[in-house]
């Protein structure tokens, strides 16, 4: 999944709101879903989802599950635009 967004260079994925793996502006199930799909991967699995990598060491472990939690249920902030995956 390429996201892109206010704030983000064409190709690129944007970090205006961690753990908002689904682009819409908050942190909710939806998102941690996609977290657990990512879950024990590292970058180049099949499974792998850059913005699960919340510590950005390449793999998506429990580090990135603590700092994920920590952002659950929360909102972003004002300057969020959601996005959404190309079709």
């Not at 689904?22 to 942190?27: A, F, K, P, R, T």
């Not at 603590?66 to 972003?76: E, I, N, R, V």
Request: aromatic share 12%; hydrophobic share 40%; net charge negative.
């Amino acid at each position: 999944v390429l996201l892109s967004g206010k704030g983000a260079e064409p190709g690129t994925i944007p970090d205006l709101c961690p753990g908002d793996l689904d682009g819409d502006c908050d942190v909710d199930f939806d998102d941690f879903f996609l977290f657990a799909d990512a879950f024990g991967s590292v970058e180049g699995d099949a499974n792998w989802n850059p913005l699960a990598d919340m510590d950005k060491d390449g793999d998506v472990d429990f580090d990135d599950f603590f700092l994920f939690a920590d952002t659950f249920g929360k909102p972003c902030g004002e300057d969020c635009v959601p996005v959404s995956a190309p079709d």
